[in-house]
């Protein structure tokens, strides 16, 4: 199973990103994905989730009505797309997969990890 989320990079403060994640060996038609950050070891936020199945999502407060998380099936792909970012944004961004039909906000409930891409948000 891999994980492989790119799209991070440097904006000032009102920017937008969109972030990708790949997956592959691993079919998650049933189980949620979710996009966490670490802004400072060894906390791991939660940002936002998404069910495969039907796309019911869930998003942090700091991040609702900024972030927007969605998925291609066809392309086994998940993405968030950040917009008015602030300098708070910061952080290392990683995708991640559970192996269990419950959606958590808990980063230990979620059992695989792409590598993290790095999101720099000056004021």
């Known amino acids: 199973v891999q994980l492989q989320a790119c799209g991070g990079g440097s904006v000032q403060a009102g920017g937008s990103l969109r972030l990708s994640c790949a997956i592959s060996?691993?079919?998650?038609?049933?189980?949620?994905m979710a996009w966490f950050r670490q802004a400072a070891w060894p906390e791991r936020e939660f940002v936002a989730s998404i069910k495969w199945n039907d796309g019911r999502t869930d998003y942090a407060d700091s991040v609702k009505g900024r972030f927007a998380i969605s998925r291609d099936n066809a392309k086994n792909a998940m993405y968030l797309q950040m917009n008015s970012l602030k300098p708070e944004d910061t952080a290392v961004y990683y995708c991640?997969?559970?192996?269990?039909?419950?959606?958590?906000?808990?980063?230990?409930?979620?059992?695989?990890w792409g590598q993290g891409t790095l999101v720099t948000v000056s004021s």
């Open positions: 060996g691993l079919a998650f038609s049933h189980y949620p």
């Open positions: 991640a997969g559970r192996s269990m039909s419950i959606s958590s906000r808990t980063p230990e409930d979620y059992t695989f």
